[in-house]
């Protein structure tokens, strides 16, 4: 869990930052419909499942810029994780109720699926939101049982989460592509509409390539 102190007099965004954090805390919500099936057909090949998949996914293109791992420490600075891992949620159907935890991230694959696997086995019959998790996170949530238009999540802190928070809901099939709604909230003092969009379209873009 390595990090970079952030200098707001040196950062070339630390004016804008300011503001937002001064004069007004807005957190920016967006939902994209995603063609996903070439995640789909890639998941079958493959024998992996298409939620971990999902999750590398979004994990790759998170960790790909520096707009998405800024967060605090202890003291209350400003800081910059080397990089973020997803917060999850696993769904338990017996009960209805769920485990949340952090799997550490890999830009390996199928490495990072095998954690996936290992850590849902080895906590399927908590029902918690798991203790003494690792810092450096972005929170993650699934809906696959409706195929929403907008979904928005309110963190009711004091309006300085940072990190991004990442949900989508479930595909269906439209004009012979599977299409699934995915969401983003993030922080206006650390992003803009710009890099917004830009995650958005990464996505797109790993999904399509994956062979």
């Not at 485990?99 to 908590?126: G, P």
């Not at 450096?136 to 309006?159: A, E, I, M, Q, T």
Request: aromatic share 16%.
């Amino acid at each position: 869990m390595n990090y970079t102190m952030i200098d707001l007099n040196k950062w070339s965004r630390g004016d804008l930052f300011r503001f937002y954090m001064d004069n007004m805390r807005i957190v920016m919500s967006l939902t994209v419909d995603i063609d996903v099936t070439n995640l789909k057909a890639y998941s079958k090949e493959h024998a992996v499942g298409f939620y971990p998949l999902m999750l590398w996914v979004i994990s790759k293109v998170i960790n790909a810029h520096d707009e998405f791992k800024y967060s605090w420490d202890k003291d209350g600075n400003l800081i910059k994780w080397d990089f973020l891992s997803p917060s999850y949620t696993d769904f338990h159907s017996d009960d209805e109720n769920f485990t949340k935890m952090v799997t550490e991230y890999s830009d390996d694959l199928f490495e990072f699926c095998d954690r996936i696997a290992s850590d849902r086995e080895r906590h399927k019959n908590e029902r918690a939101v798991l203790k003494n998790q690792p810092l450096n996170f972005f929170d993650v949530s699934c809906l696959p049982w409706v195929r929403y238009k907008h979904f928005d999540v309110h963190v009711f802190d004091d309006g300085k989460f940072l990190a991004p928070v990442v949900t989508w809901g479930k595909y269906e099939q439209e004009n012979g592509k599977w299409i699934l709604p995915l969401t983003m909230n993030i922080h206006h003092a650390v992003a803009d509409g710009f890099h917004l969009s830009r995650f958005f379209n990464e996505v797109q873009e790993l999904i399509l390539s994956l062979t």
